[in-house]
DNA sequence: ACTTCATTGCGTCAATATGACACAATGTAA
DNA sequence: TTACATTGTGTCATATTGACGCAATGAAGT
């Protein structure tokens, strides 16, 4: 079988760097996936609030969630990695395909149309950019800290935003983002978090406060503790944590060994 | 906003109706989103025994899941329906997207060439039926015995295996079938599961052999039953079911307002 | 230096859930 | 009538969970 693809793919992703948004609108026929795009909920935690990345768009109000186009020689999840790479600047990323988004009128055409517009470039009506688009919804898990947040062609920055407090965005991001929320909400009860969201070394109250924010529910101190301990997924450090107003606590790290082996089998019920 | 792929939507049921394979070979270009398909999972419970809906493709010995294509106006989830109604007879099927493949060499255009070729159909090496797809798992639950299995136009017959021992299937179908499973396994910890799947009016030794079929393990008769109660979610009848040989069971039957409500809301563990 | 006080570590206890198993009742077949 | 596999219902020990007590810590205020 041949690989088509192939001698395509370095050039566009030169493009895609070089930030020619022309040469992408003319070229992505060719190179990407027709009809299929992605969009990843890249959540952090910062200051005991759950964010998210978002992108504010060129000519107009709108935000939009980061997102892009598969390569015709490339697999979808790598493509997802390769987003978060580019606006976030970090590899390996925890990521979680939730959801498609499959409805046929998704998208406003002539919003897409009117944005190009006014950066005074003028499509066919018949463009592939207008067409509908099926996409495919991930989140991501990674530490707010080591995030270099980074706007794409087609927006003047990229942020973080308060998971409560959301702007308006484009197209069904918000639904999307809310579906990402209530699926991690969902996976928080059956598997381990805080690997990707916390410091490498973290205490227990950050942690309960990292599980309290994202169930958006306040936690027994004791129990949670209990709880989380029986996992055995944690490793408990020299007690530093020195600047603090009160009593010094103690200095948690992820076992990643069981830590992914909880990841993968879950917790089971029957 | 038009809506382009609307009058090309009816014409293209009747194609595939009509069987016509050629027709649909050479306007499924125009009609389908491309790069796109879906792959459905079908399970079944008889004679104790979890079982997939299977198809046995013409002119070559594997077999392959149902199937299908997105058309350019229709929702993806319907799109799955539609399958699922052309494979089974059955309408408003219970259906779950579980997960996305999208390696791009999933599939080995040589194996469909020899295939068509044998039909006497010779297509051009850059057709689009040769081109990659992303396929979109999907998992049905449906009543075995009001299934009628009907094949497509690429098979001989449709019918259904035992999950436990699959024939050779086409592509990365066995993957997609075997990750179904497991999905399976573990919505069971978290989801009534049983409805749809089972009679109406059921025993409660049927329900936890599905259980044990699904999760592939014994379970104790008084626990299972104890905590299948808690749930809530079931209505004891009168005590027909009268043709066993043995002590008279209890028939039930789901309470579908708190089935509905315990499939939304989960087994929340925080 | 002493006190204050929010916070942390480490418990207890009752209520509930779970796993393992006993026993009587039922209904067909021998 | 008896045998027996199967079903309905229960018990008991153990594990898990929810609610809460209390002493220790350490920076801030006096």
Redesign the interface.
């Known amino acids: ?1 041949g690989r088509p ?1 192939e001698n395509i793919f370095k050039p566009s992703l030169q493009i895609v760097n070089k930030k020619n948004i022309k040469d992408f609108i003319v070229e992505g026929l060719e190179v990407y ?4 795009s992605l969009d990843c909920v890249i959540f952090g935690f910062h200051e005991n609030q759950l964010k998210v990345l978002l992108l504010k768009m060129k000519n107009a109000k709108q935000w939009c969630l980061p997102g892009g186009f ?1 390569f ?6 790598e ?1 997802a990695q390769r987003v978060l790479k580019e606006r976030t600047g970090l590899s390996k990323i925890f990521l979680q ?1 939730f ?2 988004f ?4 998704r998208s ?3 919003f897409h149309r009117e944005i190009l517009r006014k950066d005074g470039i003028e499509l066919a009506d018949d463009h592939w950019l207008f067409r ?1 688009f ?1 996409t ?1 919804g991930y989140y991501a898990l990674v530490e707010y800290s080591h995030v270099n947040p980074e706007p794409d062609n087609f927006s003047d920055y990229c942020t973080w935003r308060d998971v409560n407090d959301l702007p308006d965005l484009m197209m069904d991001h918000r639904q999307i983002a809310g579906e990402a929320l209530s699926t991690l909400q ?1 996976h ?3 598997h381990p978090i805080g690997y990707s969201l916390l410091p490498a070394k973290f205490t227990m109250p950050q942690l309960q406060k990292l ?1 309290e924010t994202i ?1 958006n ?1 306040k ?1 027994d101190r004791r129990n949670f503790q209990r709880k989380i301990l029986s996992y055995g997924i944690l490793k408990r450090l020299q007690e530093v944590k020195k600047g603090g107003a009160h009593k010094a606590p103690y200095l948690y790290s992820f076992d990643l060994r069981k830590y992914h082996k909880a990841l993968k089998e ?5």
């Open positions: 079988m693809g996936l027709p009809s299929l598969v015709k020689d490339e697999d979808v999840d493509a395909q959801n498609v499959g409805k046929p009128r406003d055409s002539n509908r099926v495919i969902t928080l009860n059956y599980y169930l529910k936690l879950g917790l089971q019920s029957w």
